[in-house]
């Protein structure tokens, strides 16, 4: 079995940072792209920001300059580091990661969500 386990959320200030951690557990054969989305509620879920196994990253234009999306291969990690945190940045956040279970198969899955809300 396969889990996305997130963490890392809270309530922080406006102008505050957090990091949230998503690891990859169970067996499988490799991670490839990884993604951070958020969901408030009332609006669709919104990709936040992305990256590939080889460090390509990829962000949404409301994040840039503050956000910063990385990964550890070795530990199945991904991170998001925010920085300058605004109280539109309230949201639930939710890992995603499209996991190879053999060469030839591949499956997508998402975490429970972690969490952050910034007040004013």
């Known amino acids: 079995q396969v889990d996305l386990v997130e963490s890392g959320g809270g309530l922080v200030q406006s102008g505050g940072s957090l990091t949230l951690s998503c690891v990859v557990t169970?067996?499988?054969?490799?991670?490839?792209?990884m993604a951070w989305y958020r969901r408030v509620p009332g609006k669709h879920r919104e990709l936040v920001a992305s990256?590939?196994?080889?460090?390509?990253?990829n962000y949404v234009d409301s994040v840039k300059g503050r956000f910063t999306i990385s990964r550890d291969n070795a530990k199945r990690t991904a991170f998001l580091r925010m920085n300058n945190l605004k109280p539109e940045d309230t949201a639930v956040y939710y890992c995603?990661?499209?996991?190879?279970?053999?060469?030839?198969?591949?499956?997508?899955?998402w975490g429970p969500g972690t969490r952050v809300t910034v007040s004013p």
């Open positions: 995603n990661a499209d996991v190879q279970h053999s060469p030839n198969y591949e499956y997508n899955y």
């Open positions: 169970g067996q499988i054969y490799r991670v490839n792209d």
């Open positions: 990256i590939t196994a080889a460090g390509a990253v």
